[in-house]
């Protein structure tokens, strides 16, 4: 099981702020996001966003990174700290 | 140290903390960013800090440990608050403790471009106008490539 967290716009945009895939076979970061997109296809245009950032086990990663059973994915749009 | 905190901080106490009984540090520099009262065009009336429980931590230690290897730090204290703001009200706090103020004053400069665009938090700015996101801006990525 995979748990995948949206933040600040992106969670108001999805009105998701956590969900969880089952991940049968190994998957890029950017194959749990089409899957995402599968299961709720009004998501498509906020996820397929070029400037959303995403975070795997809460550091930085790249949507060609493999995501394994038992990771936290993270999505959410560039940050806004300080 | 870090602190993700919502309570306010004491900006003195901070200080004497970061100078403390330390006579190697001859430099001090602390940086406050705080609630401003105009951005863009829009009134703004307070802010409200959303971040990532956990990684916020994790990559403020990483922006912390590389500005260490790159100057000689010998204290270092980052707050950032979160949650509810209001005009004025501070939102973050960073210091470093040195020998000599050129690495005092590079060090948080570095600490703060990092943060701008490196740890996971989000402003929601509340207006005279509405509630919106704030968009991450173009010179905040650029004073980060600098380093």
Redesign the interface.
């Known amino acids: 099981m995979v748990t995948i967290?949206f933040?600040?716009?992106l969670r108001?945009q999805l009105s998701c702020e956590k969900t969880q895939l089952e991940i049968t076979a190994p998957a890029t970061i950017g194959h749990v996001r089409d899957l995402l997109i599968l299961k709720n296809p009004h998501w498509a245009e906020f996820l397929n966003s070029g400037?959303l950032l995403v975070?795997l086990n809460?550091?930085?990663a790249k949507v060609s990174q493999i995501v394994s059973d038992g990771d936290e994915l993270?999505f959410?749009?560039?940050?806004?700290?300080? | 140290m870090i602190s993700i905190q919502q309570q306010d901080f004491d900006v003195g106490a901070e200080y004497n903390a970061l100078a403390g009984q330390d006579t190697r540090s001859g430099a001090v520099v602390t940086f406050v960013?705080r609630v401003r009262d105009l951005n863009l065009t829009r009134e703004v009336l307070g802010l409200q800090?959303?971040?990532?429980p956990?990684?916020t931590e994790?990559?403020l230690q990483a922006i912390v440990d590389e500005a260490c290897a790159r100057w000689p730090i010998n204290r270092h204290k980052i707050i950032?608050r979160i949650g509810d703001l209001h005009l004025g009200d501070n939102?973050?706090f960073v210091g470093v403790a040195s020998a000599h103020r050129e690495d005092a004053f590079a060090a948080v400069e570095f600490l703060?471009d990092y943060?701008?665009?490196?740890?996971?938090?989000?402003?929601?700015e509340l207006t005279t106008e509405g509630n919106h996101?704030?968009?991450?801006?173009e010179k905040?990525a650029k004073a980060a490539t600098r380093w």
């Open positions: 967290l933040f600040a716009r108001e400037s975070a809460q550091t930085m993270a959410f749009p560039p940050v806004t700290g300080g | 960013g800090v959303e971040h990532y956990g990684m994790k990559s950032h939102i973050v703060m943060l701008k665009t490196r740890a996971p938090f989000w402003k929601k996101w704030i968009d991450a801006q905040d």
